[in-house]
């Protein structure tokens, strides 16, 4: 998928762009391939949808079919697209410690759940919000599989080499322990 800033001064690129993410999810789009030409295969993908969407058909991109194109993109490209990141807040130099609770231990105690799927010698801790003896037995286990200081405790570093774990675990097809 294009960046939204490739599509400045490529109005027929962008366009083909668009039409190939609709075609991801309706079967009923022909694809095209974003080449920049304004060519036959653009001009089937633009009629077909225009015949699909109640248009006029004219293979031609007006105004009404741009802002209608544009409107079936933007959630389309939401769904075909990779999800949102999302990205732990700390405050600089925050440290969370044994016993602490934090909204953040939720996402760190799931996280471990995934890992542990995938490494034998993490143990998966609970889901209680608090950093516990048990979520930081299972954080120690990922810090000395990472190399890092076995602290048990949660800082950006250790938060850092979690974040880098978590999408592999998680997308794996089926769990294999390993040691």
Do not use: C
């Amino acid at each position: 998928m294009r960046p939204p800033e490739s599509f400045i001064a490529q109005p027929i690129r962008s366009l083909q762009t668009m039409l190939r993410v609709i075609a991801q999810e309706d079967a009923r789009q022909p694809s095209v391939i974003p080449d920049g030409i304004y060519g036959s295969s653009t001009i089937s993908a633009v009629s077909a949808f225009q015949r699909d969407h109640g248009l006029p058909v004219t293979g031609i991109t007006d105004q009404p079919t741009w802002e209608a194109i544009v409107a079936e993109y933007e959630p389309a490209m939401i769904r075909v697209g990779p999800a949102q990141p999302l990205e732990i807040v700390l405050d600089p130099g925050q440290v969370i410690r044994r016993g602490e609770q934090e909204p953040n231990v939720y996402l760190l105690q799931a996280i471990l759940i995934v890992l542990s799927e995938i490494y034998a010698s993490i143990t998966p801790p609970g889901m209680n919000g608090i950093l516990d003896e048990a979520t930081a037995a299972a954080l120690e286990a990922f810090q000395a599989l990472s190399g890092l200081p076995q602290t048990g405790e949660l800082d950006k570093v250790t938060w850092k080499q979690l974040a880098l774990h978590y999408p592999l675990a998680a997308n794996r097809a089926k769990p294999e322990k390993h040691f």
